[in-house]
């Protein structure tokens, strides 16, 4: 038989990979499988954010919603909003407005929930009051909860009592033995009375997704604990005297009946959760999964307050920090990911999340959301996002508040203000933090009256190298240099033109330093030349590039400025009109402008002198 062609060979043949880069490859699909098997469920999860609307969204909160959204959307599965609102005397009237807007803005769109609405409504547990008391009912039947008549006066008096005989807090049991017949009968009479879990034995132990193993404290002791004076019982309220639940009963009925198989919630309820799975036994129901997350805390490792910063979402959105940010902020607080960089979309942060949290509490450094949101503005500005257009309209709001419109009109000219807005933001964006910050940092493109600190060359700038005069450029030369700038037309006034007639003109345009008779190099020239422009244009503050400033102030702008500028470094002052203008010889470099502005669109070309063409 003949073998087969020795190209055939080849292509059959499985591609050749190095050692290193088998080896590479092998332990990324291993530990990629581990962190699935470990960190996340092998099962679409339905999570939920349960806040009661006793307050705003804050940072804390925001991360808990967070991690229930991601967890659902990593796994494919549906993320609830539930709202708690089971304490009505603390309920702030417009928290759950806010809480909407708030997670909204954030785009933790939930798919079940209040507004949305879906199958296991309704979503709000002061609609739901009936479902607790059935549930609390069932439990009197089965025998794991029991009526207690005992009065709030009784209770407290007894509290006192056993706070002084220096018992723990509990219950001494007094209706623990009350026969099915009378519970019913004093019910049946309206009796005041609450009902209470029957705790039997010690709660159970739970696995945290977070923790691992954990629950047996001495909260989680159960039944009666006989001391010489007193029993203590640990019977829990489950339903309160007003036929309300209490948070306990009315989250672990609303967990099972909206089929939650994920809870992520803060550690403040993790001495809750033994109780929790107590009571889905008792009810003979499948609890879910838990898994808590640590405290906020600031540098000082004090947990974050309403002092230190914890404050609500709004104030984050009102100073200007995008959602983008925001989320990538709060996904970073006790999430480690394996990405090599932090800045995250919402959508690459949903791609990636997993349950690998941390088990200590969370420093919270607002560098790093200032950090963060300087990398979303420069992506956005580099994807022209709508991220974008949202930070240009943002601005846009406060500089109409910022300056009197007759301002901005004779800057704009005929431009808009938006589109203004946005050609300095795109040259600026990678220091973008606030819409406030912008202004100020770029002040001097809103306002025809710049203030300019005292001139002052780069030579004496610098504390590392002293004063030398053979560095100076002379002042003449920078005011020809402005000069022969602005014979540009308004038609090639373009930040590519400026920028090629500035090397043209320091290249070829080299003074002579008067000391020693000798050239400048270029490159001081240049330095001493963007110097120079920077304080003419815009009184040396930082920004955009010379020539994109120059581009966004405009020729008519950049005109009036350069002969400002002039007469406040001994020159002439020069005005348009007035000033070098026409055909001349400027700094050594032929200049033209054919016409004066607005006689025509023809521009005879930049100040780079001329090629010869090859005939
Ligand atoms: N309503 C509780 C809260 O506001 C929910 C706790 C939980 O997630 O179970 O924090």
Known sequence: MRSP???????????WVCKTCRANFSSTIARTAKDKKIYLPDAPARTRFAPSPTGYLHLGSLRTALFNYLLAKRTGGQFLLRIEDTDQKRTVPDAEKRLYEDLQ???LQWDEGPVVGGPYGPYRQSERTSLYAAEAQNLIKSGHAYRCFCSPERLDTLARHRNELGLPAGYDGTCTGLSAVESEERAAKAETHVVRLRVTEPYPMFNDLVFGKTGQNKA???GVQKSENMNTYVDPILLKSDGHPTYHLANVVDDHYMKITHVIRGTEWMSSTPMHVALYKAFQWQPPKFGHVTLLVDENGQKLSKRNADIDIASYRNQ?????????????????????????????????FNLKLTKGNVTVAFEKMWY???AHAQRSAKEGSSTFDNIVDQITELAEKTYPAEQLTSILKSRTLNLYIASI????????????AFLSQNAAFFTPTIARPPYTPTTQSSASQPQSSNNNIPLPTLHTA?????????THWTATMHTQNINAFTSSSLPTDQDQGLKQSTTTFKKELYNYLRWALVGGSHGPGIPATMGILGREECVRRFGEARGLTGGEEWVEGKGVKGRGKIGGTRVEKKKEEGEGDEWMGSLAPKKKEKV
Request: glycine residues 6%.
């Open 425 to 436: 933001l795109t040259h600026t964006a990678r220091t973008y933090t606030t819409p406030a």
């Open 105 to 107: 803005w954030a785009g």
């Open 372 to 374: 963060l949101q300087k």
């Open 5 to 15: 062609p020795r190209l055939f060979l080849l292509r059959s043949r499985a591609p």
């Open 220 to 222: 989680a002791q159960g």
């Open 482 to 490: 402005a000069a022969a700038l602005s014979l540009v037309p308004p």
């Open 320 to 352: 200007g920090v995008l959602p983008d940010t925001l989320v990538n902020f709060s996904a970073l607080l006790g999430w480690s990911h394996t990405h090599k960089s932090d800045i995250m979309t919402m959508k690459e942060i949903e791609e990636r």
